[in-house]
């Protein structure tokens, strides 16, 4: 006997010492006494925790190695049985949980969770390229009846092309209504072909139509505010 054996070897080898007793000491080839096989059944198939010790055919059974080696082979059977039908409940369940999955993947993207519209590459903006002729409050010049600047109520993408000479680098744009920033949105300016501008991404499809203020800063830098007109189709 190994010095380190484990309490289950230990259990299955006085098991296996115990059934092979029994297959062998008990012969009685003309089956004297013996139980019909489905009484063997349902006692192979007993919950373990139901007590055998009182039943009679149990008795039977560990005194006669034929009855033993057919209750052995209904018991190995019934546990392949209920080793099999867990392995299928387990299928069954991932299975059921890749469904569940596929189907909260589907919702993100349809937007069921969200309560606004989605702000996604989806969306077809369209492209408007917006020209801020100077960094300075025009209103304040008094009188100046420049017409606003009108962007479509939908989602945009919008080129802000900044006054000559404005540096590149991190710019922030914002839609005001009654000084509150409703759209905020930020874009990385660059030169082309001698002008400065960047682009940003909103939707405005949610905004009500009409007049705003449209404010455009260099970060750090202060803002510019310029009329805006959104307006429905
Ligand atoms: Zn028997």
Partial sequence: MPPE?????????????????????????????????????????RPLDQAVEDDPHWHHVTHCSECYREFLTFNNAFRREVKAKRARAGW?????????????????RQGWFSSQRPQNAELAYVKQTVDIPSMTRSAEAGGDSKPPIVIPRKPVDLTLQLPIASPVGPYEFQLLREKQPVVSASGTAVLQNGTTSFSVRVDLSNLAPGMYEMSVRKVGWDWGYYPVEVRAD
């Fill in 5 to 45: 054996e484990s309490p289950e070897a230990k259990f299955d080898r006085l098991k296996k010492q115990l059934q092979d007793s029994i297959l062998r000491d008990y012969p009685n080839p003309e089956r004297k006494g013996c139980p019909d096989d489905a009484v063997l059944k349902e006692l192979a198939e």
């Fill in 92 to 108: 069954t369940l991932a299975a059921g949980l890749v469904v569940v999955a596929l189907g909260l993947i589907f919702a993100v």
